[in-house]
């Protein structure tokens, strides 16, 4: 099959979703569409200005033609390979039901000793941690623990095994650096809450996954810039 069949058919099949989901008419333009939908789809948002340079090049293969009435452009296979991974993408988005994995979490009375056996064990960083009632508390990070080292330099003994989480949350800059999302959250959204918190100069240390999103759910998962970094 010719490289333009296949662009111009997954061309359609995008152009076609988002008319649907934007509730459009045939006559509203593609570059038109790309913008209203980039303003609640962050896959269309991160591919928007690719998106709009796929229509021009859709323009003139249908509207521009050759020796024999053969398309006037023909689409580089990378092109071609760009706009079915898209197509893909947005189709079938990977949602958050790809991260859910054993959650370790801690109480607020345990011990410090008990989170850096945890952390040596598994070569975690961050720990959700919940008090008695099993309410979520906060999260506890190497922030956490660096603060409280730094705060007992001078003292010529620690002991781990006396020292409690919550002793650690109170100096842990970090600890209110999360997020919760749910289960049907796609990768697109979950890299926009780190990179919206990255440009209003705030940190944002971890997403939480629960089935809906809320803070009194059960831990589905625990996600970080560096578990997205593998996905484009």
């Not at 941690?129 to 705060?151: M, P, R």
Request: net charge negative; aromatic share 10%; proline share 2%.
């Amino acid at each position: 099959m010719e490289k333009s069949v296949i662009f111009l058919d997954r061309f359609h099949n995008i152009e076609t979703m988002l008319r649907q989901q934007l509730r459009q008419e045939e006559h509203v333009s593609f570059s038109y569409l790309v913008e209203q939908a980039a303003k609640q789809n962050s896959l269309i948002r991160q591919k928007a200005e690719r998106l709009k340079s796929f229509g021009r090049l859709r323009n003139a293969i249908q509207h521009g033609s050759g020796l024999n009435g053969e398309p006037i452009a023909e689409p580089h296979e990378k092109i071609v390979g760009e706009i079915i991974e898209i197509e893909e993408k947005l189709r079938s988005p990977k949602r958050m039901n790809n991260f859910f994995c054993d959650v370790y979490s801690l109480n607020e009375t345990d011990s410090m000793s008990k989170m850096l056996q945890l952390i040596q064990q598994f070569q975690y960083s961050q720990f959700p941690v919940f008090n008695s009632k099993g309410e979520f508390i906060s999260l506890v990070t190497e922030s956490g623990i660096t603060n409280w080292l730094a705060s007992k330099v001078k003292d010529d003994l620690i002991s781990f095994e006396e020292t409690r989480v919550s002793d650690l949350i109170s100096v842990d800059e970090l600890a209110e650096t999360y997020r919760f999302i749910s289960r049907i959250t796609t990768v697109y959204e979950a890299k926009d809450y780190f990179l919206q918190a990255a440009n209003e100069g705030r940190k944002l240390e971890a997403l939480l996954i629960t089935e809906s999103g809320k803070s009194n759910q059960s831990l589905l998962g625990i996600l970080t810039h560096w578990d997205l970094a593998k996905f484009d």
